[in-house]
Each structure stands twice: as structure tokens, then as C-alpha cells.
Antibody, heavy 117, light 112 residues
Framework: EVQLVESGGGLVKPGASLKLSCVAS????????MSWVRQTPGKTMEWIGD????????NYAPSLKNRFTISRDNAKSTLYLQMSNVRSEDTATYYC??????????WGQGVMVTVSS | DIVMTQAPLSVSVTPGESASISCRSS???????????VYWYLQKPGKSPQLLIY???NLASGVPDRFSGSGSETDFTLKISRVEAEDVGIYYC?????????FGGGTKLELK
């Protein structure tokens, strides 16, 4: 059974950095592209970016490219999202997703990030 | 960016009746390979989104055949026949033709 478990969220101050993790199981992690998607409190969905199965290529939403970095550790079956210089508009639930047969085939349970002073 | 516009914002349906949700893209989602890259997702209350339909009209694994997707190059429809209580939630369309991938604003389905 595919499982994606995010962690690392919480309350952070504007301008701070935060690193989210997503531990994957139930499939061969190193064979698949992965991505991050966020959902705002108003339920708007926004794709953040994705990463190739071997970590050699990343793709980002242009509006987030300069502040967010996606990486992975295939030995640990873990996906990461490094967020820097966070802003109030980054307040959202962050989902780790798997491109299995189709894009966003599987989603984690999500982790909340609240940016507030 | 390709803008995905959904209508209506919310729909209230009597159990057993059908419901339709529309999605319009600001650009054709038909690739030269003949595939139309529109997807539908359902987020049930308190849950993560799940894939319902891929490439406009293909049912994802485990999804009841009460769900169907159709459309043209820019106008798409998700139809739910014989709505059940478990169908309640927010439905999103999404495009994966062109970076950045984008989603519609969502349509909330409720029961009467």
C-alpha cells in the first residue's frame, strides 16, 4: 500500500526558513517522480514543483522558484521541501504527491504551515 | 499560466440524481499526441485529494463508474450519475499540459 507521510510543519515567523519532509513507503521510491502541492485556507490548490525520480531535475512554479527548493534522498525514501523567507501567503496545508500512473496519483495526509508573527 | 475556471462554485444534489461540474481552460489542453491533459480530483471532507479522472475521460483505479469525464479542447465536464453520500466534497479540475500545472478553484458538492 502506498503511503506518504509529511512532517515538519508548524507555526513560523515571517522571513524564517522551514524544511518539510515526506517519507514514502509501499513502492520503489527511486523509480518515481514526486511533487509538492499546497492548499490555502480558502481551499485554493497550487502546484509547487516536482522532482525527477533520480533527483537530477526539478521543475517549479515560477512564482515560488526563488524561495522553495525540492530535493530527495532515495536511500531514505524521503522527499523534502525547503522553504525560505516565508510569507503570510505561504500559510497552507502542504501535500506530498506521487506520480505513479498519473500526475498526483497519490497524496499524503498533508502538513500545515502557518506563517505569523 | 493556463487558467482553469470551474462552475458552479457549489452544487446541491438529491441522492440518486445526477450532477455535472464544468471546467474551462484558458488554452487548449489537447496535445499534438491526441491526449487531452485534464484531470479531476475529489477532496472529501477532512481528507486528502484523490484522483478521479485522468486525461479527460479515463477512470482512475477504484473509482466507481458513476463518474465520467468528457469535453473538448477547452471545455470539460465531470458527471456523477446517481449521487451518493460518499460523493460529497470539493471537486477540482487540473491541467498538466503546460508548466506550471494549475487547478481550478473547486466545486463543492453537497446533498439536499
Amino acid at each position: 500500500e502506498v503511503q506518504l507521510v509529511e512532517s515538519g510543519g508548524g507555526l513560523v515567523k515571517p522571513g524564517a526558513s522551514l524544511k518539510l519532509s515526506c517519507v514514502a513507503s509501499g513502492f520503489t521510491f527511486s523509480d518515481y517522480w514526486m511533487s509538492w502541492v499546497r492548499q490555502t485556507p480558502g481551499k485554493t490548490m497550487e502546484w509547487i514543483g516536482d522532482i525527477k525520480y533520480d533527483g537530477s531535475y526539478t521543475n517549479y512554479a515560477p512564482s515560488l522558484k526563488n524561495r522553495f527548493t525540492i530535493s530527495r534522498d532515495n536511500a531514505k525514501s524521503t522527499l523534502y521541501l525547503q522553504m525560505s523567507n516565508v510569507r503570510s501567503e505561504d500559510t497552507a496545508t502542504y501535500y506530498c504527491t506521487l506520480y505513479y500512473g498519473s500526475p498526483f496519483d497519490y497524496w499524503g495526509q498533508g502538513v500545515m504551515v502557518t506563517v505569523s508573527s | 499560466d493556463i487558467v482553469m475556471t470551474q462552475a458552479p462554485l457549489s452544487v446541491s444534489v438529491t441522492p440518486g440524481e445526477s450532477a455535472s461540474i464544468s471546467c474551462r481552460s484558458s488554452k487548449s489542453l489537447l496535445h499534438s499526441n491526441g491526449i487531452t491533459y485534464v484531470y479531476w480530483y475529489l477532496q472529501k471532507p477532512g481528507k486528502s485529494p484523490q484522483l478521479l479522472i485522468y486525461r479527460m475521460s479515463n477512470l482512475a483505479s477504484g473509482v466507481p463508474d458513476r463518474f465520467s469525464g468528457s469535453g473538448s479542447e477547452t471545455d470539460f465536464t465531470l458527471k456523477i450519475s446517481r449521487v451518493e453520500a460518499e460523493d460529497v466534497g470539493i471537486y477540482y479540475c487540473g491541467q498538466l499540459l503546460e508548466n506550471p500545472w494549475t487547478f481550478g478553484g473547486g466545486t463543492k458538492l453537497e446533498l439536499k
